[in-house]
């Protein structure tokens, strides 16, 4: 089995990639998503969020209510640092856990790991990746993006790009770059590219 990292800064559009990936017969295992699945009811980092933050960030349903969570870890860096105590941990271990799985079930497989801060959390030593792959576009264009596409009012965007490590750190730390500052063909034939400089499918 093969292990690639996926990575890029916000609104670079590795969702997008990992969209293009997956229908070239790639698995994606997307770190955001496990790291929503964790903190399902019934999982350990749940039980432990709601012990410590207490039934205010328990929405109706009996999920948790990420909204009333964001209000208060942002206003308190020992609560995002307690957070990030329990998440962090669960998500990693979901990640190995799957990566075990995939590599006794599918043996042939091409895995993409697509994690947001892979290079920073020196995630890429971690899950054993033997390349780092970056999307990559100029941080305005990024912002025009996030703005046209996801509703955010322009002076968020552009603090949550700025809020991001450095695109030039990123960059460094890449084996393969995936520039997405074209149209969605040009993504695509980018992705190929890259496809074929791994010699992967
Ligand atoms: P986040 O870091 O917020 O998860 P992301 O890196 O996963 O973002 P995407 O969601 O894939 O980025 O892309 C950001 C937005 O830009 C999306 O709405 C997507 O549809 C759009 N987008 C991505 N690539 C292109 C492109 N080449 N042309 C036009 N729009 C694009």
Partial sequence: MRIIGLTGGIGSGKSTVEAILA????VVIDADRVAR????????????????????????????????????VFADRDELRFLNS???????????????ELSRTRP??????S???????????????EAVVVVDVPPELAVQRLVESRGMT??????RVAAQAPRADRLRAADHVID?????????REVDRVLAALGAL
């Fill in 154 to 159: 322009r002076e968020d965007a552009k603090a």
């Fill in 86 to 100: 329990v998440t962090h941990p669960a998500v990693g271990e979901a990640i190995l856990e799957r990566l075990g």
């Fill in 115 to 129: 994690v947001p801060l892979l290079v920073e959390t020196g995630g890429a030593e971690r899950y054993g990746t």
């Fill in 37 to 72: 699945e964790v903190v399902e009811p019934g999982k350990e980092a749940y039980r432990r969020i709601v012990e410590h933050f207490g039934t205010a960030v328990v929405g109706e349903g009996g999920e948790l209510d990420r909204a009333a969570i964001a209000r208060v």
């Fill in 23 to 26: 229908r070239r017969g790639a």
């Fill in 108 to 113: 042939d497989a091409v895995v993409f790991l």
């Fill in 180 to 188: 997405n500052s074209g149209n969605l063909s040009a993504l695509e």
